[in-house]
């Protein structure tokens, strides 16, 4: 099956700063790349994805990179406000597998006010 | 927008136990996951379905099985209840097919005495 590893663990930024975040993953047959932001007590919440024929997309504050010949994909939050506060997932799919979802191990990010 | 409903929210049980979570997915979606999620960790996939026919099967134990009926309604059923069965459950749902976004309910807290 497919390892994702993220980086880092946990991440405290200054309001208005940026945060990135980064996750790599090790079968290079894997195609889709959500991330996730999860509040305590909530379920994931899908804030953005990226495929696999595309190497950047971005939705506001939220961008993600891919770099399929690296294996390397990351999410750039900019002008981070204390509601960014939470704990953020990467996620890989493998065509042809079910469409399940391997999960990094999660960042836990603070935004300082 | 509708969301992932699931239910019970939380659910207590002893040693040897049974449980039974209930997941209704966004109406329209046909596929639904069923996730674990320890404490700290990141969810990891047990099973899901595509048109009530199990279609991916991950780390789920023997002593779990899940089905999705014919209103597209899923539910785990658990049973020899083990302390480390203690987590939550996510149940998320997606239409068909490959990269598609997998939209997550709040999930169930399982907690065995």
């Known amino acids: 099956g497919e390892n994702v590893e993220q980086h880092p663990s946990t991440l405290s930024v200054q309001e208005g700063d940026s945060a990135v975040i980064k996750c790599t993953y090790s079968?290079?047959?894997?195609?889709?790349f959500p991330w996730y932001k999860q509040e305590l007590g909530k379920g994931p919440q899908l804030i953005i994805d990226?495929?696999?024929?595309?190497g950047e997309k971005k939705d506001q504050r939220i961008a993600v990179t891919l770099n399929k010949t690296a294996k390397h994909f990351s999410l750039h939050i900019t002008e981070t406000q204390p509601e960014d506060s939470a704990v953020y997932f990467c996620?890989?799919?493998?065509?042809?597998?079910?469409?399940?979802?391997?999960f990094g191990t999660g960042t836990s990010l603070t935004v300082i006010p | 927008a509708a969301g992932v409903i699931q239910s019970p929210r939380h659910l207590i049980k002893e040693k040897r136990e049974t449980a039974t979570l209930k997941c209704y997915p966004i109406?329209?979606?046909?596929?639904v996951y069923w996730y674990q999620q320890g404490p700290g960790q990141d969810p990891q996939f047990l099973i899901s379905?595509?048109?009530?026919?199990?279609?991916d099967k991950g780390s789920i134990p023997d002593r779990f099985s899940a089905q999705q009926f014919s209103d597209y309604h899923s539910e785990l059923n658990m049973s020899s209840l083990e302390l480390g069965d203690s987590a939550l459950y996510f149940c998320?749902?997606?239409?068909?097919?490959?990269?598609?976004?997998?939209?997550f309910g709040d999930g169930t807290r399982l907690s065995i005495l």
């Open positions: 998320a749902s997606s239409t068909g097919g490959q990269r598609q976004p997998q939209h």
């Open positions: 079968d290079s047959a894997s195609n889709y």
């Open positions: 990226i495929r696999s024929n595309v």
């Open positions: 996620a890989a799919s493998i065509p042809n597998t079910g469409n399940q979802f391997y």
């Open positions: 109406p329209r979606h046909d596929t």
């Open positions: 379905f595509y048109e009530k026919m199990q279609s």
